[in-house]
C-alpha cells in the first residue's frame, strides 16, 4: 500500500525469544524511543537468524468513509511512473494503492480466468489500478479520482479509464490483480523476481532488461507487475510457448537471476524488496551487498547466534561463489 507503508513502517515494537532463551519485551509501542540501538528494526526482515519474534504491537488506521477504485490503460511505463505523480498531486495521503501489470500478465488471467474479464488489455502495453481512500465522502473521493484521470487524459498518461461503480466490482478488479501469480502457475513453470528499484528509474530498468532477456533467449515471456508505488516489480519469466518449461527452469535459471541481478545493481536497486533472502538467494546476497555490509550483517549474526541454531542457511550463506 502506497499510503500505509510496508510492515517494517506499521510495526511499533515487538517481543522476541533470543538463542539464549531470554526474552527481550519491547512491546512499548513508543513512537518516539531514542535509547539507544534500533532493535526493533534489527529483527525485522532477519528471517528468524537473529531471535524468534513471538509478538508483536502494531499501528491500526481508521476505516475510510470512502474506497474507490479505477483501472487505466496507459501507453509505456514511463507514463504509469507519470500518472504516479499525479496521483500523488491529485489524492495526496487518500493514494493507498498503485499497482501495474503488463499486458502478458493480464492476457495469462484471461487465458485461465476468462469469467474475471479483464479490462482494457487487449489493446494497451499496460494497465494501470489506483486505489484512492477517502475520510470524507464517496462524492468528495470521487470528484478527485476525476479531476486526476482528467488530468491524466490531457498529459497523456492515460489512453482510458473505468471507475468501479460498486464494492463488487472494485473487489473484482483487485481480484485480476491478485490472479497473475496464480495464473502464471496455471502457465506452467516459471522464474520468479521480487526487485525494487528507485521510482525514477523503473522505466528505464524495464527497458534495458526486457531487451537483454529478449536477445539472450527466443521467444522468453516477461511478466512484470508490482507494487510501482513503492517501487518494487514482480519481474517474472515464463518460458517460451511450446517448449520443456523443466528443462527451461534446469538450464537458464541460473543465467536469467544473474542477468536480471547485475540490471538490478546497474540502478541502484534491490534482489529482494519484499520475500527476503531466506537460502535460494543466500549465495548471491555477497555478490550484490557490500563487503561492508555483510560483515557488519556476519558480526551480528555471531553475537546473537554463536552456535548458529536459528534458521541456518538462510540469509547468511557459508560460502558463496560467482557462478560462471
Known sequence: MVRYGNARELCLGLEVVTAQGEVWNGLSGLRKDNTGY?????????????????AATMKLYPLPAARLIAWAAVPSMQAAVDLLGLAHQHLGAGLTGFEVMNQFALSL???????QRVPLFRTSPWCVL????????????RTLFERLLEAALEAGCINDAVVAESLSQAQALWHIRESIPLAQAEEGLNIKHDISVAVSRIPAFVAETDALLAQAIAG???VD???????????????????????FLREQEERINTLVFDAVARHGGSISAEHGIGS????KLPHYKSPVAMRMMR??????????????GRVLAESASRPL
Do not use: C, M, W
Open 38 to 54: 534500533d532493535l526493533r528494526d534489527l529483527f525485522i526482515g532477519s528471517e528468524g537468524t537473529l531471535g524468534i519474534i513471538t
Open 109 to 115: 488471467v484471461d487465458k485461465h480466468y476468462p469469467q
Open 130 to 141: 489506483l486505489e484512492n481512500s477517502d475520510h470524507e465522502s464517496e462524492d468528495h473521493a
Open 220 to 222: 522468453v515471456r516477461l
Open 225 to 247: 507487475f508490482g507494487h510501482l508505488g513503492d517501487g518494487n516489480l514482480h519481474y517474472n519469466v515464463q518460458a517460451p510457448e511450446g517448449g520443456d518449461a523443466k528443462a
Open 280 to 283: 535460494l538467494k543466500a549465495a
Open 299 to 312: 558480526a551480528l549474526k555471531q553475537a546473537l547466534d554463536p552456535q548458529g541454531i536459528l534458521n541456518p
